[in-house]
């Protein structure tokens, strides 16, 4: 499948400057801007900001950030990686984007999910025994906000509307909107239920071990009688000249990010040995462009993907990197994917 959508992602980590310190959140936001116009440069179809609210990560607000790219670029696709909805209010996280769409001349979309950070969940005042309601709900009223002209509706997570009009409204186009899932089944099947898009997040693993939820997805479609939708998959990575210098620039920083979440979450720390065979055979796309390009091209062809969107920041890589990563993704990386995949279809 050569018409393949192929995008990068961000979280907005707190970065490098040049003498090794980590540079105020002010300006990596301003290098987060500087980084969506090389990839409108270059030809990327999406770039999506995730939203966090911590010390390493400096997009709390990735609506803002996303308008300021849309007044300098031209074509690039802008939303979301994830916007967390449980924590979030469905009728104003629908306002943010239908403006977004609008200022951008109709491309924005968004990506909702309940994010694998829970910072937001007690920021906002949301109890996180109320974690799967929240979204189930939520989620079901945004779905709501996306068909209906006037919506009434009612849950226990917020107030009811009845025959209420939200602006602004879409435009006839409407709002391309996914929903994140880690990987479970029940996940998938909300996808279906609510007929919208599926984003795996892989992140780790062989990616055909994601087999199983995209037989899952078509089954539950075709028994709902809907349409199948476009699926993607989001996972990290990283572009450089030759594998052995992409391996280089990335494995300190990849390391740094890793052994900060393990002392938080009381995993392992990283060893080199498996971070080398998460890049030989597992969900980081670490290489030349050629490399990740044919990487990109078997994940797509094994879960039969139509998005695949690398996320290209990872711990405290500089800006520098960045934006050379961005470049040789869209200008090298891109086309290759597509010339695979003409080659031998997904199937």
Do not use: C
């Not at 980590?13 to 090389?38: C, I, M, N, Y």
């Not at 890589?317 to 997904?346: F, T």
Request: net charge negative; glycine share 10%; hydrophobic share 40%.
């Amino acid at each position: 499948m050569s018409a393949i959508e192929l995008g990068l992602d961000t979280f907005g980590d707190v970065t490098l400057d040049a003498e090794g310190k980590p540079k105020p959140q002010d300006q990596v936001l301003r290098d987060v801007v500087e980084q969506g116009v090389v990839a409108d440069q270059a030809g990327v179809h999406y770039l999506g900001l995730g939203e966090h609210h911590r010390d390493d990560f400096a997009i709390s607000s990735p609506e803002v950030v996303l308008g300021a790219i849309a007044g300098k670029t031209e074509k690039l696709r802008l939303g979301t990686a994830v916007t967390v909805l449980s924590s979030d209010d469905p009728v104003r996280v629908f306002q943010r984007f239908s403006t977004l769409n609008a200022v951008s001349n109709g491309r924005a979309e968004v990506i909702l999910g309940r994010g694998s950070f829970t910072e937001s969940y007690p920021l906002f005042g949301y109890d996180m025994s109320n974690y799967d309601q929240l979204f189930e709900e939520k989620l079901d009223l945004f779905a709501h906000l996306l068909r209906d002209k006037e919506v009434t509706w009612s849950g226990e997570t917020r107030a009811s509307l009845r025959r209420q009009r939200v602006y602004p409204p879409l435009a006839s186009g409407g709002l391309i909107t996914w929903v994140g899932v880690g990987g479970s089944p029940e996940s998938v099947i909300r996808v279906v239920r609510q007929d919208l898009r599926l984003m795996l997040a892989i992140i780790g693993g062989d990616p055909r071990r994601f087999v199983p939820y995209i037989d899952l997805y078509h089954r539950a479609v075709e028994q709902a009688g809907n349409v199948a939708r476009p699926i993607g998959v989001h996972s990290p990575g990283h572009v450089g000249e030759t594998d052995e210098k992409a391996v280089e620039e990335f494995w300190p920083h990849y390391r740094a990010l890793h052994d900060r979440l393990a002392r938080e979450r009381g995993w392992r720390p990283m060893v080199k040995e498996a971070f080398l065979a998460e890049v030989r055979d597992g969900s980081l796309y670490v290489g030349s462009p050629e490399t990740v390009a044919r990487k990109i091209a078997d994940a797509a062809r094994a879960l039969r993907l139509q998005r695949f969107d690398l996320k290209y920041a990872s711990g405290t890589m500089p800006h520098g990197l960045l934006v050379d990563s961005i470049a040789l993704y869209g200008e090298k990386v891109i086309p290759r994917v597509r010339e695979l995949l003409a080659e031998q279809p997904v199937a």
